[in-house]
């Protein structure tokens, strides 16, 4: 289970993060969604540790994370992808991969994710020479390999067509059945949220807004007139 009680984060006098306080249980899919600016990717950042917090505590499976680096905390479980794509270009898909096994974790399941992704036939290609999505997708097979506790995604749909969108989604299915981690995803697509997680966090300015289960939040007004109803408008 991953912990947060009052985190928050400056940036000189700007408050990216206040007072976040949330809980990802074991096994749980949770959505983090909110207009740009809100703070969701600060947030992940802050869990990731490759940012330190202002005010606040997190433990996972009640195991402090404050002051952890971030290397140590994804030996301790947390994994994360990234909203801009960061892998190794220069290196080849399967070396890709085998880059998150120096850490010492590993999980019988990466194999099996290789397929689930579509990865197989180009494990010899350069990463640089995948089309986009396959690199989305090459980002979180890495991620799987560190066997983490929670698994945090950085909109893993953007930039994909709605098939492709759709067929994320069925891989992460897969990845909540199987690889026996939380999921902590952040997207803008409505669809692809409400679709796969059981529960939503909503940010706005910084702070929560909402959280309940996908239905709820769909009915929220306060909601609705701060993110639903602008991104509604803007799909129109």
């Given amino acids: 289970m991953l912990e947060l009680s009052g985190i928050s984060k400056s940036f000189g006098g700007v408050r990216a993060v206040h007072d976040v306080t949330m809980i990802l249980g074991s096994g749980e899919v949770h959505g983090l969604i909110g207009p740009n600016g809100a703070g969701k990717s600060t947030l992940v950042n802050l869990i990731s540790g490759l940012l330190n917090p202002t005010a606040g505590t997190m433990s996972l499976d009640g195991t402090p994370l404050n002051g952890l680096k971030s290397n140590k905390r994804a030996e301790k479980g947390i994994a994360r992808t990234f909203q801009n794509v960061r892998i190794f270009p220069s290196l080849t898909v399967e070396q890709n991969i085998e880059v998150a096994q120096y850490s010492g974790r590993g999980t019988p399941l990466t194999d099996a994710a290789i397929d689930e992704f579509g990865l197989r036939g180009k494990l010899n290609q350069p990463a640089s020479s995948l089309a986009y999505g396959d690199q989305r997708r090459l980002e979180v097979v890495r991620a799987l390999v560190l066997a983490p506790r929670v698994l945090m995604l950085d909109e893993p749909a953007a930039g994909m ?16 059945r199987e690889a026996d981690c939380a999921l902590l995803v952040i997207d803008h697509d409505l669809k692809f949220i409400m679709t796969l997680c059981e529960r939503v966090t909503v940010m706005n300015m910084g702070e929560i807004l909402a959280k309940g289960s996908p239905s709820e939040i769909v009915k929220n007004k306060r909601v609705v007139e701060a993110y639903i109803g602008q991104e509604a408008g803007a799909a129109a």
């Fill in 161 to 176: 067509n709605e098939q492709e969108t759709e067929a994320l989604g069925k891989s992460l299915e897969w990845v909540h």
